[in-house]
């Protein structure tokens, strides 16, 4: 007479273990962070890395009130990295940082089927004009973690002395990020860099690396 008692309590442990089980899966699958979509972020106030333009710590960019669209974004910092400091400044003691004049590039690096994010940007004298440009490139982003991640920095490999920086355009493929710069010759003028390069970085383990870059057009004599 004992025994089906037994069985009716042996069973009803073994329930309310699987209730307690998907109980705690629900709730850590409910404390993860919810998947990023890229395409909805706020870029006018992302934090670029410290890396991006010489300076002592990330850079966080503000949305200026004379900004032309919602993604470009600003900020300044100082000291003047001593990369820089050749350059005339006009008195302001720091380094004015720009981004989002072009539009987000979107791929998906990661090949995870998410979009990944490149985000243009400069380093600037605040001068206000193309000649003051220190140096150009793109912030690669990622969704992990649920906010915008810094994958690495894309700037170019191909930069002669004594000219403005070489500008970049970029795709976003799996496993890599083309890169085509534009460099400028000694004889060229702001508006039009005649020297034509293409890099290849890939990107493997959460790292992106440069390639060797291979210069298709010799700037204007």
Request: hydrophobic residues 40%; glycine residues 12%; contains cysteine.
């Amino acid at each position: 007479m004992l025994r089906p008692r037994w069985l009716c309590l042996l069973a009803g442990s073994v329930a309310l273990s699987g209730a307690v089980a998907g109980f705690g899966a629900d709730q850590a699958q409910s404390s993860a962070p919810a998947a990023l979509d890229l395409h909805t972020v706020n870029w006018a106030t992302v934090t670029l890395p410290a890396s991006a333009c010489g300076a002592s710590r990330p850079i966080r960019l503000h949305h200026p009130s004379s900004a032309l669209n919602r993604t470009e974004g600003a900020a300044f910092f100082k000291p003047i990295p001593p990369r820089f400091a050749h350059d005339d400044f006009y008195g302001k003691r720091g380094v004015t940082v720009e981004s989002g004049w072009d539009p987000v590039v979107f791929g998906d690096l990661g090949g995870n089927g998410t979009d990944d994010a490149g985000l243009v940007y400069n380093c600037n004298n605040g001068g206000g004009t193309a000649d003051g440009v220190l140096l150009e490139g793109w912030v690669i982003f990622t969704a992990r973690g649920g906010k915008p991640s810094v994958v690495g920095v894309v700037t170019p490999r191909v930069q002669p002395p004594n000219v403005l920086p070489t500008l970049v355009e970029i795709t976003i493929k799996p496993g890599r990020i083309t890169a085509h710069e534009f460099f400028y010759g000694a004889n060229d003028a702001t508006c039009c860099a005649s020297g034509r390069a293409t890099t290849i970085w890939t990107y493997a383990s959460g790292t992106l690396r440069p390639g060797v870059p291979v210069i298709t057009r010799r700037p204007s004599s």
